[in-house]
């Protein structure tokens, strides 16, 4: 019921996983599983497509891949701990 519940949200919403982790009151590891699993799960639906905005080192303007859920703690490249987070959205196609 829960990944229902964050898919309804998302349709409205934008969030990062800490956002998805509190707003549903979960830890952030079974968030960044649940919102893979949206991924997945909402893949084949004609009308939706999950957005994401991939996470950005605010120090080098690293970015990340958009395809991995977990929030980075340090960017590759400058090692900085500064990391914008990755921001998820269900938008119609």
Do not use: W
Request: glycine share 2%.
């Amino acid at each position: 019921m829960t990944r229902e519940a964050m898919i309804q949200y998302l349709k409205k919403h934008s969030a990062t996983a800490q956002g998805l982790a509190t707003e549903f009151q979960r830890n952030l590891k079974a968030v960044e599983e649940d919102v893979a699993h949206i991924r997945t799960s909402i893949r084949d639906d004609p009308d939706y497509r999950l957005m994401i905005r991939p996470p950005v080192c605010e120090m080098c303007n690293y970015t990340f891949t958009a395809s991995n859920y977990k929030t980075p703690s340090k960017c590759p490249e400058c090692k900085g701990e500064k990391i914008k987070l990755a921001r998820f959205k269900i938008e119609k196609k």
